[in-house]
């Protein structure tokens, strides 16, 4: 009873998030599959840290397909740290490293906390 409700919470709040709030999901997405990742290397459980390397690659190929470049240097800027990170992720994920992830994982934070200051920044512009 109480799965079927939570599942249907989590559907409305992604079908009816702002753009803004669906970036912060997905950067929110990237740091928790990266850790998951990480100590499943740290476990060797291969299969469960390929699946989370895998959907943390995942989430930066979206962020990188819908960076418009066009709208500066940073946006050019973005798409390289997103392209570096997700290069990381596939070294890490063949080589099983957790010292790749170790790596990488504070870059995915900064890139999580770069978001979530511009979102506020953008609510205090607009108040």
């Known amino acids: 009873m ?3 409700g939570y599942n249907v919470y989590k559907n409305n709040s992604v079908n009816y998030a702002s753009k803004e709030q669906l970036l912060l999901m997905l950067v929110d997405g ?3 599959f990266a850790k998951i990742a990480r100590q499943a290397i740290v476990d060797k459980d291969i299969k469960k840290a390929h699946e989370n390397v895998v959907k ?3 989430i930066f190929l979206e962020l990188m397909a819908t960076l418009d470049t066009s709208s500066g240097k940073w946006a050019e800027n973005m798409f390289a740290v997103y ?4 290069e990381k992720l596939f070294e890490a994920n063949i080589k099983k490293d957790v010292a790749i992830m170790d790596e990488v994982l504070p870059l995915i934070e900064d890139v999580r906390n770069i978001w979530y200051e511009a979102e506020e920044r953008a609510r205090k512009a607009n108040a």
């Open 30 to 32: 990237a740091v928790k």
């Open 2 to 4: 109480y799965t079927n």
């Open 83 to 86: 392209r570096f990170i997700n």
């Open 56 to 58: 943390t690659e995942d």
